[in-house]
């Protein structure tokens, strides 16, 4: 006898039911040897649309620039420190995924979503930092450690280069430029960063704000696997910071 119950959950992105899985509709090995490419499977999972070639090209290029930055970053050096303590692999990728939050990698998202507010809301510059400052905080998207007016990022100023290149709309972009041009002025590493860079784009090219960390989280797996991999090749020790990069605050030892 056949028994109705209700659906536990509902998807809108793919189905697997048939000899393989369809994206959005979409056949896999149709996209395959059609000559589409992981941007395009992106765009159908992540907003249900078969983007173009150029909006393909601008994602890779998204990809290929924020993989890694080398092993000093939040994320990377958490993953580093799980592979060093012998931790397998996707433990300690997620460990480094943890770290992507709203000051390192994980402000992609609040950038799009700010940058668009502004946009949409016909904000001048000004109007748009008092805004921030008096409702949220540091603008998103804006600011770097190590990079500056005086040390470019060249992954920034590679993608802007190219999308105003391809002479497409880019309000957004247009936008969080002319922000970093008052930030940067106050203090030179308030520039326009690779996450507001790459939130004020995909925006451009519309992609939903929610989806866009998911850029940083995707392209930056890479990179994290990349460092587990390499500290399991060279068959790294257990790391121990030394104590001569710790300030010991705490009292000095004392009779109870
Ligand atoms: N101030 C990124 O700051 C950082 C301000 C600001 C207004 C701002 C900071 C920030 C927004 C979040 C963001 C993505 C924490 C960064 C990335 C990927 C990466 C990483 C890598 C990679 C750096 C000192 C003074 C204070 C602040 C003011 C700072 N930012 N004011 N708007 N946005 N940005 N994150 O150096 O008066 O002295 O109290 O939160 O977009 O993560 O390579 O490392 O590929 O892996 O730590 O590129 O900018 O300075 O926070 O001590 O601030 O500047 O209010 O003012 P710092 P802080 P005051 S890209």
Redesign the pocket.
Known sequence: DEVMVAPLIRTTISDDRGDEPCYDGYPASELINKGYEIPHVIGLLWDKRLISKQEAEIIKRIMML?AD?GPC?S?AYATILAACAGIGLSQAVAAGLIMIG????G?VTD?GRFFKYAVDNKMAVDEFLAY?KKNHG??????????SLRNP?KRVKELVGYVKSLNIKTPCLDFALEVEKV?AVK?D??IL????TMAAVLVDIGFPVDSLNGFFILSRTIGLIGHWVDQKRQESRLIRLFDYLVNYAAPKRREV
Not at 193 to 196: K, T
């Open positions: 924020s930055h970053v994320g709203p000051r390192f990698g402000a950038a921030m540091p603008v998103p998207g804006i600011g770097h450690r190590v990079k990022d930030t203090k590493n308030l960063n690779v996450d507001g």
